[in-house]
């Protein structure tokens, strides 16, 4: 299918799709070696100070882990050995250290897995079983729940305060350890985790943002999209796609109809998806931003083209306003009310790597 469009795509169009993989490239490569040269052997790159950062204190080869697929998919060769060497000489996990389950799994259970996949290096594998055992007792809730951090020597969890995002997206990852290594524990307890969650929605099908993962009550009812709820839904979609999990996809179909009845709204003709209280849906905030941005290709994927590509054309206006895209913004009065600088859209020459430290 890719070959026939190319056949078919419009000579400008084939020389501009080339353009901009060159510069992808391009700008991957000196984000790479700029890290290599600041910040070798460290989680991150500060770009501005050009300084290293750890983000436990320790260093657990975060970059490294989490661009080694990308590296190889580039066909950087080089710089993909040179990480993997230094990954699999140098990570280790026996660690005295707190590290955020959420975190720790999306980027660096994820990022050894994928690493794997692609390289067939039993080495990665090997580090992602010894991670996924060692975030386990995240899992030792009373609920099933898992707690916000966990120490990765001791097995000790603290922090109970958690919300959607981070107790329902864990089963991609999971799952996957569970596939490669035929043991069914890490399946079972990410899958428990996003049960969990969708078990507690409320009477008209919504979650909160902030729940008790000790007696499964909700600390705050708002509803929406955005950070903190997001890959919970889009976890449920895909882990029907990459499973076959029927129950995940009884979860998305229970799940949808209360994110379009209560969180959509319509301003001059625009569709938006706003904040709601979970328990009357009620509006909240008619805000939108950079972490809601996912949404339209998760419709897309889902089969609701006419929604995508209409949230789309919102998101973009929200990105043309001031020609960088806002943090936050209150739809219904355009202005942005927020802005970080790691979530501004600007060319990857610019800053090397991206880091949550900027100094």
């Given at each position: 299918?890719?070959?026939?469009?190319?056949?078919?795509?419009?000579?400008?169009?084939?020389?501009?799709?080339?353009?901009?993989?060159?510069?992808?490239?391009?700008?991957?490569?000196?984000?790479?070696?700029?890290?290599?040269?600041?910040?070798?052997?460290?989680?991150?790159?500060?770009?501005?100070?050009?300084?290293?950062?750890?983000?436990?204190?320790?260093?657990?080869?975060?970059?490294?882990?989490?661009?080694?697929?990308?590296?190889?998919?580039?066909?950087?060769?080089?710089?993909?050995?040179?990480?993997?060497?230094?990954?699999?000489?140098?990570?280790?996990?026996?660690?005295?250290?707190?590290?955020?389950?959420?975190?720790?799994?999306?980027?660096?259970?994820?990022?050894?897995?994928?690493?794997?996949?692609?390289?067939?290096?039993?080495?990665?594998?090997?580090?992602?079983?010894?991670?996924?055992?060692?975030?386990?007792?995240?899992?030792?809730?009373?609920?099933?729940?898992?707690?916000?951090?966990?120490?990765?020597?001791?097995?000790?969890?603290?922090?109970?305060?958690?919300?959607?995002?981070?107790?329902?997206?864990?089963?991609?990852?999971?799952?996957?350890?569970?596939?490669?290594?035929?043991?069914?524990?890490?399946?079972?307890?990410?899958?428990?985790?996003?049960?969990?969650?969708?078990?507690?929605?409320?009477?008209?099908?919504?979650?909160?943002?902030?729940?008790?993962?000790?007696?499964?009550?909700?600390?705050?009812?708002?509803?929406?999209?955005?950070?903190?709820?997001?890959?919970?839904?889009?976890?449920?979609?895909?882990?029907?796609?990459?499973?076959?999990?029927?129950?995940?996809?009884?979860?998305?179909?229970?799940?949808?109809?209360?994110?379009?009845?209560?969180?959509?709204?319509?301003?001059?003709?625009?569709?938006?998806?706003?904040?709601?209280?979970?328990?009357?849906?009620?509006?909240?905030?008619?805000?939108?931003?950079?972490?809601?941005?996912?949404?339209?290709?998760?419709?897309?994927?889902?089969?609701?083209?006419?929604?995508?590509?209409?949230?789309?054309?919102?998101g973009f206006k929200m990105w043309q306003l001031h020609g960088i895209e806002p943090e936050v913004i209150d739809y219904k009065t355009n202005p942005p009310t927020t802005f970080t600088i790691t979530r501004v859209?600007?060319?990857?020459?610019?800053?090397?790597?991206?880091?949550?430290?900027?100094?």
């Amino acid at each position: 299918m890719v070959g026939l469009s190319m056949l078919v795509m419009p000579a400008c169009e084939r020389d501009h799709s080339a353009e901009t993989a060159d510069r992808v490239k391009t700008e991957l490569r000196h984000a790479w070696n700029n890290y290599e040269r600041y910040a070798w052997g460290h989680d991150a790159l500060k770009p501005l100070s050009k300084t290293p950062h750890d983000w436990y204190g320790q260093s657990l080869l975060m970059t490294p882990v989490d661009a080694l697929d990308t590296l190889i998919l580039m066909k950087l060769d080089a710089e993909a050995n040179k990480a993997r060497a230094l990954i699999t000489s140098e990570l280790s996990f026996d660690r005295d250290i707190y590290v955020k389950n959420f975190e720790i799994t999306i980027r660096l259970l994820g990022g050894l897995l994928s690493g794997y996949q692609v390289t067939g290096d039993k080495r990665l594998l090997e580090l992602a079983e010894d991670l996924g055992n060692r975030l386990l007792p995240a899992f030792n809730s009373p609920t099933g729940l898992p707690y916000v951090y966990v120490n990765l020597r001791t097995g000790q969890v603290r922090d109970p305060l958690s919300n959607p995002a981070e107790t329902g997206t864990l089963l991609l990852e999971f799952g996957t350890l569970s596939k490669l290594t035929g043991k069914p524990v890490f399946y079972d307890k990410a899958k428990r985790a996003l049960v969990e969650t969708y078990k507690r929605r409320s009477a008209i099908g919504l979650v909160g943002s902030s729940i008790n993962v000790e007696t499964g009550a909700w600390i705050d009812p708002d509803s929406h999209i955005s950070g903190g709820i997001d890959s919970y839904y889009e976890y449920l979609w895909k882990c029907w796609l990459l499973f076959g999990d029927k129950e995940c996809l009884e979860m998305w179909n229970g799940s949808i109809p209360a994110i379009q009845k209560y969180l959509t709204d319509e301003v001059r003709g625009e569709l938006w998806y706003g904040h709601a209280d979970m328990n009357t849906g009620k509006r909240g905030d008619t805000t939108y931003g950079a972490l809601d941005a996912f949404f339209p290709a998760l419709l897309a994927l889902s089969g609701d083209l006419p929604r995508a590509r209409r949230l789309q054309d919102s998101g973009f206006k929200m990105w043309q306003l001031h020609g960088i895209e806002p943090e936050v913004i209150d739809y219904k009065t355009n202005p942005p009310t927020t802005f970080t600088i790691t979530r501004v859209i600007r060319p990857i020459s610019e800053w090397a790597k991206p880091s949550l430290t900027i100094s």
